[in-house]
Every structure is written in structure tokens, then in C-alpha cells.
């Protein structure tokens, strides 16, 4: 069981810079693929980045390349999310999601934090 607590949210310019972490519960963080999706007001919710237990494999979705870096810290059980030269697109609440290497689905999952870009 993974408990996922993010923060770090907040509201921001265009052009600004947030980061994001996501606190996970449990003595097998390092075993955890971890992501960062979002979802914005009547919009369906959007992958935005991974990363696999060592941090040796990222991946993020293509309307952030560039601008948010994904990584971890397993000795403190913890996912950070850096967003520089954020869009008012950028705009949504953003959740940490956790799943092992067998899981296909991510099966654990945070509150989420929300992140407001005004122009």
C-alpha cells in the first residue's frame, strides 16, 4: 500500500516557475514507477511525465518536453515535478500516481494540487 501526498502548487505569471513534489508513504518507494498527470476543468486527465524506480527512465508528454523535468529522491520517498516556463494551458490539478513494473495501470493515487498560470 502507497499513500501520495503532493504539494508545492500554487499561482503563477506566464513565464513562471513551480515545483511540485509528491511524499509517498512506505519502505518500498524505490520498487514504484512514479507519474504526474493532470487534469484540467472539463477536460479528461493527461499523462505529463514518469519515471522509473532508479530514475534512469523518463519519459513526459510532448506539450512539456523542454520545460518540466520529472525526477525522485528514494532516499526521502519523494517525486518532484520542476515546471519552468509555465502556459496558461498549463493550468490543472496535478496528481502523483504510483504502480509497480507488473502493473500495466497506475494503482495508487494523491489528492492532486492545483496549479493556475494567469496570463
Known amino acids: 500500500q502507497v499513500q501520495l501526498v503532493e504539494s508545492g502548487g500554487g499561482l503563477v505569471q506566464a513565464g513562471g516557475s513551480l515545483r511540485l513534489s509528491c511524499q509517498a508513504s512506505g519502505r518500498t518507494f524505490v520498487s514504484y514507477v512514479m507519474g504526474w498527470f493532470r487534469q484540467a476543468p472539463g477536460k479528461e486527465r493527461e499523462f505529463v511525465a514518469r519515471i522509473d524506480g532508479s530514475g534512469g527512465i523518463v519519459s513526459d508528454a510532448g506539450s512539456v518536453k523542454g520545460r518540466f523535468t520529472i525526477s525522485r529522491d528514494n532516499a526521502k520517498n519523494t517525486v518532484y515535478l520542476q515546471m519552468n516556463n509555465l502556459k496558461p494551458e498549463d493550468t490543472a490539478v496535478y496528481l502523483c500516481?504510483?504502480?509497480?513494473?507488473?502493473?500495466?495501470?497506475?494503482?495508487?493515487w494523491g489528492q492532486g494540487t492545483q496549479v493556475t498560470v494567469s496570463s
Open positions: 500516481a504510483a504502480r509497480t513494473l507488473l502493473d500495466r495501470e497506475y494503482g495508487y
